[in-house]
């Protein structure tokens, strides 16, 4: 191939490398960057092969020392991946799934609304539900005097801390992951687990502790079932993108779902992990004052809106989102 052929096919590319090599760090993926770097590379060592002695050679081998400059850069930025992630990818995510947020929390709310009704007008719907054994401990917890003390408190903090945890992770997975079966599975974990915290708030009404049990569940429970609701958003995320494919063909459009799932059912760990600290370590202290309580309930509460709603539609606002959406893939 004759030089000013070469030159002329890969031009414009080349161009397009000066220009991005030449963007704001960390506004380029690291791997596009190395893909460039390979690009470069197969350019150079053909056109030293080809034209050892011309200005192309010689450009393209400053254009690779500049690209492989920006990998060095981008090596630094791998540290701060974690900050990165929290920051900007998972509110970015949380940004494209308001919608999904919303139908979740929907199905959420409609199963409180069934297991209180339920439970108000079937005496026997409760113990369905929750089962016998759980709902005669609690009976005799309430005769004993202090059933939610008894409830949370009867265990050792780290034991009941792990314990919790692990089977709120667990439950967090299986939400995300049934969300294949056309979202259908995902819907029905949110409601059913909407039923269990609707007949339970029912229960605890007719025996008169509704409103110690909001002072005391949700010291723990405000970031407990906010998660339960934001990983429903991951399950109908990866749902939706085998229902939706929209332009993509199914298998990339359910790739696509799955990744941003994931992301969101990841990025939900720490907060549940934080609740079941909370359950281990705090809500057993049952005559903890009014203000304390609130002041864990409402601050919870501040958090949850603020990053998966507040500040995701912040950066939607901005445009920043789409910057970072392309990070996943």
């Given at each position: 191939?004759?030089?000013?052929?070469?030159?002329?096919?890969?031009?414009k590319?080349?161009?397009?490398?000066?220009?991005?090599?030449?963007a704001?760090?960390g506004?380029?993926?690291?791997?596009?960057?190395?893909?460039?770097?390979?690009?470069?590379?197969?350019?150079?060592?053909?056109?030293?092969?080809?034209?050892?002695?011309?200005?192309?050679?010689?450009?393209?081998?400053?254009?690779?020392?500049?690209?492989?400059?920006?990998?060095?850069?981008?090596?630094?930025?791998?540290?701060?991946?974690f900050w990165?992630?929290?920051?900007?990818?998972?509110?970015?995510?949380?940004?494209?799934?308001?919608?999904?947020?919303?139908?979740?929390?929907?199905?959420?709310?409609v199963?409180?609304?069934?297991?209180?009704?339920?439970?108000?007008?079937?005496?026997?719907?409760?113990r369905?539900?929750?089962?016998?054994?759980?709902?005669?401990?609690?009976?005799?917890?309430?005769?004993?005097?202090?059933?939610?003390?008894?409830?949370?408190?009867?265990?050792?903090?780290?034991?009941?801390?792990?314990?919790?945890?692990?089977?709120?992770?667990k439950?967090g997975?299986?939400?995300?992951?049934?969300?294949?079966?056309?979202?259908?599975?995902?819907?029905?974990?949110?409601?059913?687990?909407?039923?269990?915290?609707?007949?339970?708030?029912?229960?605890?009404?007719?025996?008169?502790?509704?409103?110690d049990?909001?002072?005391?569940?949700?010291?723990?429970?405000?970031?407990?079932?906010?998660?339960?609701?934001?990983?429903?958003?991951?399950?109908?995320t990866?749902?939706?993108?085998?229902?939706?494919?929209?332009?993509?063909?199914?298998?990339?459009?359910?790739?696509?779902?799955?990744?941003?799932g994931?992301?969101?059912?990841?990025?939900?760990?720490?907060?549940?992990?934080?609740?079941?600290?909370l359950?281990?370590?705090?809500?057993r202290?049952?005559?903890?004052?009014l203000?304390?309580?609130?002041?864990?309930?409402?601050?919870?509460?501040?958090?949850?809106?603020?990053?998966?709603?507040?500040?995701?539609?912040?950066?939607?606002?901005?445009?920043?989102?789409?910057?970072?959406?392309?990070?996943?893939?």
């Open positions: 191939m004759r030089e000013t052929t070469f030159l002329k096919q890969n031009e590319k080349w161009q397009d490398f000066e220009m991005v090599v030449r704001k760090k506004t380029v993926p690291p791997d596009r960057i190395a893909e460039l770097f390979i690009e470069v590379t197969d350019d150079l060592a053909y056109a030293r092969t080809h034209y050892p002695n011309s200005n192309t050679t010689r450009y393209l081998n400053g254009l690779a020392s500049q690209v492989h400059l920006a990998i060095i850069k981008n090596k630094k930025q791998s540290k701060n991946r990165k992630f929290f920051r900007f990818e998972l509110p970015s995510i949380m940004a494209q799934s308001q919608w999904k947020l919303l139908y979740s929390f929907l199905a959420f709310m199963g409180i609304f069934i297991g209180v009704v339920s439970t108000l007008y079937d005496e026997n719907f409760l369905v539900i929750l089962g016998d054994g759980y709902v005669d401990m609690t009976i005799r917890n309430i005769r004993a005097g202090d059933p939610l003390g008894r409830l949370y408190g009867g265990m050792d903090e780290i034991e009941m801390f792990l314990g919790i945890t692990v089977n709120n992770l439950v997975v299986i939400v995300f992951i049934v969300g294949i079966f056309f979202s259908i599975g995902t819907t029905w974990f949110v409601w059913y687990h909407g039923v269990m915290v609707g007949a339970f708030q029912a229960f605890l009404y007719q025996y008169g502790l509704l409103g049990s909001f002072q005391i569940v949700y010291i723990h429970g405000t970031f407990e079932l906010s998660m339960l609701v934001i990983e429903g958003a991951a399950g109908l990866l749902g939706n993108a085998l229902l939706f494919p929209g332009t993509y063909t199914r298998l990339e459009s359910l790739k696509r779902g799955a990744i941003r994931i992301k969101i059912a990841l990025g939900v760990m720490p907060f549940t992990i934080l609740a079941g600290f359950e281990g370590f705090v809500t202290y049952t005559n903890m004052p203000w304390a309580s609130l002041l864990i309930i409402l601050g919870s509460l501040a958090i949850v809106v603020y990053y998966f709603i507040v500040y995701p539609l912040r950066l939607k606002a901005l445009g920043i989102d789409q910057e970072y959406l392309k990070d996943d893939f």
